[in-house]
């Protein structure tokens, strides 16, 4: 696939989900990246800024299947994956599938399920199939999950560990709309939801083309060495107990990639690096105990590695 196609279909997703999104360029080009990657999102903000209809954005506009998932504490793995029931007709037992067969995967609020219920959504996600009274079954293709955690409430929360957290590709937050964007919104929505001039960009067929496609995108050794060398000067940092794993290496060049196609360029950059750089480590760190009390953030931390390594000099493919 040329670059310059890629970057075509890439865009006309991005501009069927800015319908909906108003005021978010470069959010929404990071969700979009997520996807043409094959990972998954984690979107942390307070309520009412647009998560779940990101969400549905995203999937109107591959035409796939939404399905959400409200996460609460007497959710079970069960409600998730879906169960066999008993069928007194045929006489036998069949299998019910549970929401996450689907296409495009809301899990609302997931740190307000139990650690087992939150298990059962990410080993899905990880190993794309589940496994219900010793019977596998694969999940649609594409397959993409948003989860949401709410900032602000912690009370009866189960904030995910490190370890789940490392199995998100990226991690971004809306935030409140600037004033001119949210003129806008009120105006678009006197009379309709945004959502309803959503249109299909293309098909799930041609979804899976191009996330074949990004990975195909040309990576030199020296752009490879230079993710390396960021994620081990997150390792290195003072700000942070623990810097990003050799995971957070492989989904920062998968990132990379999915930017550097969005952008219609052939190979990676250093500047695409750096775009997809504090999405794809920030929540892969763990800060020191003072961290916030000095003002400062695993973002923050991010860019610091991102100035203290060396930026190599990319003129050819070789």
Known sequence: MQASDLADRAGRIVEEVEKAIVGKHDTVRTAVATLLSNGH?????????????????????IGGEFRRIQFTPDLLPSDITGSSVWNQREATFEFRPGPVFGNVILADEINRATPK?????????EERQVTVDGETRPLPVPFFVIATQNTIEM????????????????????????RD??????????HSHPLEAVRQAIGQ??????????????????VRAYIVDVVHATRESSRLMMGASPRGSLHLMRAAQAHAAMEGSE?????????????????????QPDLALRGSSAEDAIREALESVPVPVTRTLA
Do not use: N, W
């Open 267 to 287: 190979f990676v950059r250093p500047e695409d690096v750096k775009a997809m750089a504090v999405p794809v480590l920030a929540h892969r760190v763990l800060g």
């Open 205 to 222: 067929e041609e979804l899976l083309e191009l996330q074949e496609a990004v990975r195909d995108v040309f990576v030199s050794e020296s």
């Open 41 to 61: 999102l984690l979107i942390e903000d307070i309520p009412g800024v647009g998560k779940t209809t990101l969400a549905k954005a995203i999937a109107a506009a």
């Open 155 to 178: 009370t009866g929360t189960y904030p995910l560990p490190e370890a789940q957290l490392d199995r998100f590709f990226a991690r971004i937050a809306l935030g409140y709309p600037d």
């Open 181 to 190: 964007s949210e003129v806008r919104i009120l105006g678009e929505q006197r």
């Open 117 to 125: 219920t939150q298990s059962a959504l990410l080993e899905s996600m």
